[in-house]
C-alpha cells in the first residue's frame, strides 16, 4: 500500500533553514507528481508546491516562492522540501502528498502523517 | 486566485442523521472539486474527486454533486467515525485552494 513517511519538521529561529524529507513506498515514484500541504495550528490546508513525475516542472504558492524549493530523488524515492528565509507563518505541519494521477491533476489521494515545523525565537 | 467558501462551518448531528455540507468557489470550476475529511491528529484523506466520484474504499454513504460554483457534500446515516472536518478543494485553477473547513460535531 501506499506509505509516505515524512520527517525533518523541528523548532527553528526565524530567517533560517531547513529540510523536510518524504520517503515513498508501495507505489512507482518516478511516475507520479508529488506535492507539499502545510496546515499551520489550527487553520485550514494550504498547498504550498508541486513537482511533476521526472522533475523537469515545479510550481509554487506566492507565500513561499522564492524561498522553498522542492525537489525529488528517484533512486531514494524521497521528496524533499528546502525552506529558506523560515517566517513564523511558516509554522505548520507540512504533509507530503501524491497527486491522483501521473499527471498534475492538484489532486491529493495519498498524504503522509506530516511533520511539525515551528519557526520561534 | 479561486476563493473557496464552505457553510457551515460547524453541524452539530447525531448518528443516523444525514449531513449536507455546502461549498461555492468564487468562479467556475467545472466538476474539478475534491473534499478530504480529517480527523484531530491526522491527516487529510481523499473522499471524492471530479465532484462526485467516489474515492476507492470510502464508503457509499458520501456522495458529491455540483458543478460551475456550487458544490455539496452529503453523508447520509452518519456514522460515529464520520464525525471529522471536512475540506473542499478546487483543483481547476493554478494555485488549488482549499475551503475553510466544516467540522461535524456530535
Known amino acids: 500500500q501506499v506509505q509516505l513517511v515524512e520527517s525533518g519538521g523541528g523548532v527553528v529561529q526565524p530567517g533560517r533553514s531547513l529540510r523536510l524529507s518524504c520517503a515513498a513506498s508501495?507505489?512507482?515514484?518516478?511516475?507520479?507528481?508529488m506535492h507539499w500541504v502545510r496546515q499551520a495550528p489550527g487553520k485550514g490546508l494550504e498547498w504550498v508546491a508541486v513537482i511533476i513525475f521526472d522533475g523537469s516542472n515545479k510550481y509554487y504558492g506566492d507565500s513561499v516562492k522564492g524561498r522553498f524549493t522542492i525537489s525529488r530523488d528517484t533512486s531514494k524515492n524521497t521528496l524533499y522540501l528546502q525552506m529558506n528565509s523560515l517566517r513564523a507563518d511558516d509554522t505548520a505541519v507540512y504533509y507530503c502528498?501524491?497527486?491522483?494521477?501521473?499527471?498534475?491533476?492538484?489532486?491529493?489521494?495519498?498524504w503522509g502523517q506530516g511533520t511539525l515545523v515551528t519557526v520561534s525565537s | 486566485d479561486i476563493q473557496m467558501t464552505q457553510s457551515p462551518s460547524s453541524v452539530s448531528a447525531s448518528v443516523g442523521d444525514r449531513v449536507t455540507i455546502t461549498c461555492r468557489a468564487s468562479?467556475?470550476?467545472?466538476?474539478?472539486l475534491a473534499w478530504y475529511q480529517q480527523k484531530p491528529g491526522k491527516a487529510p484523506k481523499l473522499l471524492i474527486y471530479g465532484a462526485s466520484s467516489l474515492q476507492s474504499g470510502v464508503p457509499s454513504r458520501f456522495s458529491g454533486r455540483g458543478s460551475g460554483t456550487d458544490f455539496t457534500l452529503t453523508i447520509t446515516s452518519l456514522q460515529p467515525e464520520d464525525f471529522a472536518t471536512y475540506y473542499c478543494q478546487q483543483a481547476n485553477s493554478f494555485p488549488p485552494s482549499f475551503g475553510g473547513g466544516t467540522k461535524v460535531e456530535i
Open positions: 508501495g507505489f512507482t515514484f518516478s511516475s507520479y507528481a
Open positions: 468562479q467556475g470550476i467545472s466538476s474539478w
Open positions: 502528498a501524491r497527486d491522483l494521477a501521473p499527471t498534475v491533476t492538484y489532486v491529493f489521494d495519498s
